[in-house]
């Protein structure tokens, strides 16, 4: 038996879940494991888990799913959701994206239950999942939400929403629901942050990574990454999320927005790539871990301020792109930044 097994987020990782998984899978059987999303690299990462789980690139677990599915003969997702009801919501997402799709069975594993939403397992199967303490439920018979709006499960009042790795407000309700008619977007149940959703584009909400809470719920111990000694620097403004694939051999990243620094901070530890962090002041608090490189730095601004001195940046630094070459010192480079801020610069600080 050929088992694709596709490891959803950093939880599944730190939980222990993916690692017990995968042993008790192994056996007598060939296991292929792969990974769905940005934290979960980082969690793969501090787990030393990068012999077992694959990761080639960013990819939506749905087209993970798929991929595998063309030649394994199970395909199994591991998720660690919030809630049962929030698993299963996820659970059921990903199965209306893929069933059309898929020709073998597809079983969801899930923090204490499994569904099997795709075709049928056998008793080996269904008895070695009991035995890790999972209770067989029941695929939910839900249908398609209605086109055009998407409703999220699990949301506890208080929560940041975020649409493409861009916190748009916070949950004031349980019940959450966001819908796009003619390119714009309404929603319910959510206190919108105008700053950050005229910063969201979105083609379809079918397509769109749109989630509640932080980036990463569960902690571990991080491993620092070596420094890479190369001679690219980046530029992030948004889509914190994605800078672990692009940072690999940089020298540097310099973000733009609180958030933004915070979460590329994190993940860019994992590398020993430093950051010189663009911030205002106006961090909604999405990701705890307060981890950075050596060398890493921020240049605090006044409030307002972060999206303006970035452009500059962008435009005088990048050449107008994301990408450079650069084989200058760093303070160096942070202290131009901070020259180019002008009088909204209220300090530069030493370390992140």
């Not at 990782?13 to 007598?28: C, T, Y």
């Not at 949301?155 to 019940?175: C, D, L, Y």
């Not at 809470?213 to 990454?225: E, F, P, Y």
């Amino acid at each position: 038996m050929r088992y694709g097994v596709v490891v959803h987020g950093p939880e599944a990782i730190d939980s222990g879940m993916a690692a017990r998984m995968l042993d008790s899978l192994s056996g007598d059987n060939e296991v292929e494991a792969t990974l769905g999303g940005a934290m979960g690299l980082a969690a793969v990462l501090d787990a030393g888990m990068e012999g077992r789980i694959r990761v080639a690139g960013r990819e939506l677990v749905s087209k993970s799913v798929v991929r595998m599915g063309r030649r394994c003969d199970i395909i199994i997702l591991l998720n660690w959701g919030k809630t049962r009801a929030s698993g299963l919501a996820f659970g059921r997402m990903v199965w209306e994206k893929v069933h059309a799709s898929l020709s073998v069975p597809l079983v969801q594993v899930d923090r204490d239950f499994f569904v099997v939403w795709e075709g049928s397992i056998d008793e080996g199967l269904t008895n070695l999942l009991q035995e890790h303490g999972l209770q067989e439920h029941m695929p939910t018979s839900a249908g398609v939400p209605h086109q055009g709006s998407r409703s999220l499960s699990g949301v506890q009042p208080g929560e940041n929403i975020w649409i493409n790795g861009t916190v748009i407000g916070r949950a004031v309700s349980e019940k959450v629901t966001i819908w796009m008619s003619s390119g714009k977007l309404s929603f319910e149940g959510v206190d919108v942050k105008a700053h950050g959703l005229e910063k969201v584009r979105v083609d379809s909400l079918e397509g769109a990574i749109i989630r509640s809470g932080s980036v990463r719920r569960t902690r571990s111990l991080t491993r620092l990454g070596k420094p890479s000694g190369g001679d690219r620097l980046i530029l992030v403004d948004h889509r914190a999320e994605d800078s672990i694939f692009r940072a690999r051999g940089a020298k540097a990243a310099v973000t733009v927005g609180d958030d933004t620094t915070r979460v590329c901070s994190a993940l860019l530890a994992r590398l020993g790539v430093p950051v010189i962090g663009i911030v205002d002041g106006d961090e909604d608090g999405i990701c705890a871990d307060t981890s950075s490189a050596p060398g890493s730095t921020m240049v605090m601004l006044m409030p307002g301020n972060d999206d303006q001195l970035g452009e500059k940046v962008r435009e005088e630094i990048f050449r107008g792109g994301y990408d450079t070459v650069f084989d200058g010192c760093l303070t160096d480079l942070a202290e131009r930044i901070a020259r180019m801020a002008g009088p909204t610069l209220l300090e530069v600080r030493r370390p992140l």
